[in-house]
C-alpha cells in the first residue's frame, strides 16, 4: 500500500509559565478562604493572626468569598484577562460584555455539555438552563454551588464583590514587609522557564511543575503559574480549552539559608505522630483505600482523613481515586533536604 501523506505539521500545546501580582493575590485570597485544607497551608498561622487586624470591609469581602466559592471565577477571569496588575485586571473586567462575562465564569464540565453552558452564559435570568447546567456538577465539592452563586446574583454585585477583595487584599499584602522578594522570585521563576519545549510539554511540566500530566482532547493550552500564597499545595482548574497548574515555588528562592523551610517543618509535623507513621507503614507495604484502613486502625473515616490530609500536605502520600499510596522519592528528598539544612552532607 501506498500512502500519499498530505497533512499539514502537527500542531502542539502552547506551554508557558505566566504570572503576575494579580495571580498570586487570588491564590491568597483562594487558599485564605479554604476552610477545609486552610489549616494546611503554610500562612495559615499568620492569616490567623492576619485577621485581628484586618478591616473590617476586607473580612466581609473574604467571608463572602468563602461563602460562595467565588475565588474559581475569580481565576477564570484571571485566565481570560491575563492583567498584569488590578487596575488593568478592573479595566477589562467593566470592558467585558454580559454575555462574555458568564461566558467565562461558567465552569466548563465537558464537551458534550458545552452547547448547554453556551446556552446558560446567553441566558443569564433563565433558571431552566441554569438548574439544567447546575445538576451535571452534583457531588462535586463546589462547583454546583458555584454555579448557583453566579446565578443568584447579578453582574454588578458580582463585579464589585470581585474588585472589593481584590483591592483591599492587595493593600493588605503591599505591607507585608517580604512581598517585594515574592513577587521577585515570581517574576525570576517565570524568567527562568521562557522558551519551554512545547513538543515535550509533558516533560517539561513535571520539571517545572512537579506533577505528571497527560494530554488532554481539547486542551491546547497549558499554563505553568507560580505562587507562593498556595503553598504546599498544587492547584489544578481548566476551561474548555486551558489547563492551568498553580504550582508552589522553590523555597530556596525565598528564605535565607539558615532559616529552614517549610517543607522540612511540615515534613516533621506530619512525621511526629504515632498513628501518622503507622499509616505510613502501613501503606509502604501497598496502596490502600480509606475504608480499610479505618477498620485496620479502628477509627472513623473523618478522623483517619484529616492524618491523611497532613501527609499529603506533606506530599508523602497521594490519592487516586480514592486509593492512597506512599511517595517513596518524596520521603528520600525529605532525608536528603535535612541533611542538606544540617550540612550533614559536606
Same mark, same amino acid.
Given at each position: 500500500?501506498?500512502?500519499?501523506? /498530505?497533512?499539514?505539521?502537527?500542531?502542539?500545546?502552547?506551554?508557558?509559565?505566566?504570572?503576575?501580582?494579580?495571580?498570586?493575590?487570588?491564590?491568597?485570597?483562594?487558599?485564605?478562604?479554604?476552610?477545609?485544607?486552610?489549616?494546611?497551608?503554610?500562612?495559615?498561622?499568620?492569616?490567623?493572626?492576619?485577621?485581628?487586624?484586618?478591616?473590617?470591609?476586607?473580612?466581609?469581602?473574604?467571608?463572602?468569598?468563602?461563602?460562595?466559592?467565588?475565588?474559581?471565577?475569580?481565576?477564570?477571569?484571571?485566565?481570560?484577562?491575563?492583567?498584569?496588575?488590578?487596575?488593568?485586571?478592573?479595566?477589562?473586567?467593566?470592558?467585558?460584555?454580559?454575555?462574555?462575562?458568564?461566558?467565562?465564569?461558567?465552569?466548563?464540565?465537558?464537551?458534550?455539555?458545552?452547547?448547554?453552558?453556551?446556552?446558560?452564559?446567553?441566558?443569564?435570568?433563565?433558571?431552566?438552563?441554569?438548574?439544567?447546567?447546575?445538576?451535571?456538577?452534583?457531588?462535586? /465539592?463546589?462547583?454546583?454551588?458555584?454555579?448557583?452563586?453566579?446565578?443568584?446574583?447579578?453582574?454588578?454585585?458580582?463585579?464589585?464583590?470581585?474588585?472589593?477583595?481584590?483591592?483591599?487584599?492587595?493593600?493588605?499584602?503591599?505591607?507585608?514587609?517580604?512581598?517585594?522578594?515574592?513577587?521577585?522570585?515570581?517574576?525570576?521563576?517565570?524568567?527562568?522557564?521562557?522558551?519551554?519545549?512545547?513538543?515535550?510539554?509533558?516533560?517539561?511540566?513535571?520539571?517545572?511543575?512537579?506533577?505528571?500530566? /497527560?494530554?488532554?482532547?481539547?486542551?491546547?493550552?497549558?499554563?505553568?503559574?507560580?505562587?507562593?500564597?498556595?503553598?504546599?499545595?498544587?492547584?489544578?482548574?481548566?476551561?474548555?480549552?486551558?489547563?492551568?497548574?498553580?504550582?508552589?515555588?522553590?523555597?530556596?528562592?525565598?528564605?535565607?539559608?539558615?532559616?529552614?523551610?517549610?517543607?522540612?517543618?511540615?515534613?516533621?509535623?506530619?512525621?511526629?505522630?504515632?498513628?501518622?507513621?503507622?499509616?505510613?507503614?502501613?501503606?509502604?507495604?501497598?496502596? /490502600?483505600?480509606?475504608?480499610?484502613?479505618?477498620?485496620?486502625?479502628?477509627?472513623?473515616?473523618?478522623?483517619?482523613?484529616?492524618?491523611?490530609?497532613?501527609?499529603?500536605?506533606?506530599?508523602?502520600?497521594?490519592?487516586?481515586?480514592?486509593?492512597?499510596?506512599?511517595?517513596?522519592?518524596?520521603?528520600?528528598?525529605?532525608?536528603?533536604?535535612?541533611?542538606?539544612?544540617?550540612?550533614?552532607?559536606?
Amino acid at each position: 500500500m501506498k500512502i500519499i501523506d /498530505a497533512a499539514l505539521p502537527e500542531e502542539t500545546v502552547h506551554l508557558a509559565v505566566e504570572q503576575s501580582p494579580v495571580w498570586e493575590w487570588i491564590v491568597g485570597i483562594a487558599g485564605y478562604t479554604h476552610g477545609q485544607l486552610r489549616l494546611t497551608f503554610e500562612m495559615d498561622d499568620e492569616w490567623t493572626q492576619d485577621a485581628k487586624a484586618m478591616p473590617a470591609s476586607l473580612l466581609d469581602s473574604l467571608a463572602k468569598i468563602e461563602e460562595t466559592n467565588l475565588w474559581y471565577g475569580l481565576l477564570l477571569l484571571q485566565n481570560k484577562f491575563g492583567a498584569k496588575s488590578v487596575d488593568e485586571f478592573f479595566k477589562r473586567l467593566a470592558e467585558i460584555s454580559e454575555e462574555r462575562f458568564y461566558d467565562v465564569l461558567l465552569p466548563y464540565r465537558s464537551r458534550s455539555a458545552e452547547a448547554l453552558r453556551e446556552q446558560a452564559a446567553q441566558h443569564p435570568e433563565d433558571s431552566g438552563w441554569w438548574t439544567s447546567y447546575a445538576n451535571l456538577f452534583e457531588g462535586h /465539592a463546589y462547583l454546583s454551588g458555584y454555579v448557583w452563586q453566579l446565578y443568584g446574583h447579578t453582574r454588578a454585585e458580582l463585579s464589585e464583590l470581585f474588585m472589593s477583595v481584590l483591592s483591599e487584599w492587595q493593600d493588605w499584602m503591599a505591607e507585608k514587609p517580604y512581598i517585594s522578594k515574592w513577587l521577585k522570585a515570581l517574576a525570576f521563576e517565570e524568567q527562568q522557564h521562557r522558551g519551554l519545549d512545547s513538543a515535550n510539554a509533558v516533560k517539561e511540566i513535571e520539571h517545572v511543575a512537579g506533577v505528571a500530566y /497527560a494530554p488532554e482532547p481539547s486542551i491546547w493550552s497549558v499554563k505553568l503559574i507560580p505562587h507562593v500564597s498556595y503553598r504546599p499545595w498544587l492547584l489544578t482548574i481548566r476551561t474548555a480549552d486551558v489547563k492551568l497548574f498553580f504550582y508552589p515555588v522553590s523555597e530556596q528562592q525565598l528564605l535565607d539559608p539558615e532559616v529552614p523551610p517549610n517543607e522540612l517543618i511540615q515534613g516533621h509535623k506530619a512525621l511526629g505522630d504515632g498513628l501518622r507513621l503507622n499509616v505510613l507503614h502501613y501503606l509502604c507495604q501497598g496502596p /490502600a483505600p480509606l475504608q480499610e484502613m479505618s477498620e485496620r486502625f479502628k477509627m472513623s473515616k473523618t478522623t483517619l482523613h484529616h492524618q491523611l490530609t497532613l501527609l499529603k500536605a506533606a506530599k508523602f502520600v497521594k490519592v487516586d481515586k480514592g486509593v492512597y499510596s506512599i511517595q517513596p522519592e518524596k520521603l528520600k528528598a525529605f532525608s536528603t533536604q535535612l541533611n542538606r539544612y544540617l550540612k550533614l552532607d559536606e
